[in-house]
């Protein structure tokens, strides 16, 4: 025995009191049960309820195949009408709409000049035989990082600025995340690397030439790009599952995973705590072990004689300040898109600005 909703019967019954089709949609009424029955009625179209006629076995063969054909009616009208967005809008300098196709200059000659300075750094070091060392294999691993981290999101930021190309496709939005975020991840720990490998040279000289050999240099650069991919890799995914029924327009003339999980319609408690995870666990430690390192570098340094003192902080401060400049930005940026319920603040555009172009110049100006 099929069973049947009661209120559909109901609702079947009240159209076998009706003189035919043309009576079917007349009022009803009012009152709870008619009320229950025009909802029914509202919900089903009218060869539904028509199969509700007839004896108990018509009905039942009737309304297998009006109930089958109706589940797959729905899916398909639920797949089809799934709010989301096919592409973003991206934002250059708020109010500086005007002014930015005239800032767009000076722009794109200080990224051509950082990335010539970052690519003579890296033939420098890789003719050199002299410089085969783990220091300057660092230093060609920042140069090349910030020069992809830069090219990234660069071309896209100039057809903004003097074509006012500000769309951006889903897709296209993903794998720029994916890029900047991963590349930042990479840089970091070669940052964190640095600094370990600075801290053995002053503190333990002898044991230096040992510790970091070149075969460990790239055991290291490989761990880096296996962590950054692994960590990132979510991300896009969380997003790609996400339905965006809102606004599309982003904060920023790139995208990042704290901005565009924001225009999300649906729960993003799982971007957020990830995304938090991420951050602790990968920039939050190594900015942590970081300073620990510059720690153990300024207590012996305070040991020395004042030459080597001199020398010694020549090296450290510049270092700092990279790192500095690097970490600030980026964790300051991250908290602030986590927390921060403000869109219209231009705190957060100067820190994705400062992040990408102030730390792609600062390279190859500090890094000895």
């Known amino acids: 025995m099929l069973w049947i909703p ?36 509202a919900q089903f179209p009218k060869w539904l309820l028509w199969a509700m006629k007839g004896n108990q ?19 398909v009208a ?25 800032l767009a200059f000076p722009l794109c000659s200080l990224y051509l000049i950082a990335v010539l300075g970052n690519l003579t750094i890296i033939y420098i070091v890789r003719t050199e035989h002299s410089l085969h060392e783990p220091m300057y294999v660092f230093l060609c691993m920042l140069s090349g990082l910030d020069i992809l981290i830069s090219t990234s ?22 794998v720029q995340m994916f890029a900047i975020h991963s590349l930042s991840g990479r840089e970091s720990m070669v940052l964190l690397v640095m600094a370990f490998d600075l801290c053995v040279a002053i503190c333990h000289p002898l044991r230096h030439a040992t510790v970091l050999t070149l075969p460990r240099v790239a ?18 995914v969380f997003i ?7 606004s599309n327009i982003l904060s920023h003339f790139y995208c990042l995973h704290q901005d565009v999980m924001k225009l999300a319609c649906t729960d993003i408690h799982v ?5 938090l995870i991420v951050i602790i666990s990968a920039i939050g430690l190594d900015s942590l072990l970081i300073s620990f390192s510059y720690l153990l570098i300024l207590k012996i340094v305070l040991g020395l004689t004042r030459e080597a003192q001199a020398k010694a902080f020549g090296t450290c ?25 403000r869109r219209d603040s231009l705190l957060p555009v100067i820190m994705a600005n400062i992040y990408l172009l102030i730390l792609l110049c600062l390279t190859p100006l500090s890094m000895e």
């Open 6 to 41: 009661k209120w559909l019967q109901q609702t079947a019954e009240s159209q076998d009191h009706t003189t035919g089709p043309r009576n079917g949609n007349r009022q009803m009424a009012a009152g709870p049960k008619n009320s229950q029955i025009q909802a029914g009625m």
């Open 57 to 75: 076995s018509q009905r039942e063969s009737n309304i297998v195949g009006c109930w089958l054909h109706l589940s797959s009616f729905s899916m």
């Open 78 to 102: 639920i797949n089809s009408s799934e709010p989301s967005a096919t592409y973003f809008i991206l934002i250059g300098l708020p109010g500086l709409e005007e002014a930015q196709f005239w």
């Open 153 to 174: 999101s660069m071309p896209k930021m100039m057809a903004i600025f003097w074509f006012n190309s500000t769309t951006i496709q889903f897709d296209a939005c993903l």
């Open 219 to 236: 055991k290291i650069g490989k761990a880096a790009v296996v962590r950054s991919a692994a960590l990132v890799a979510p991300l896009p």
């Open 240 to 246: 790609k599952r996400s339905l965006f029924c809102h």
């Open 271 to 275: 971007n957020v705590i990830y995304g």
């Open 317 to 341: 401060v510049s270092r700092v300040c990279t790192v500095f400049i690097f970490y600030v930005p980026f964790i300051g940026l991250s908290m602030m898109h986590h927390f921060s319920k």
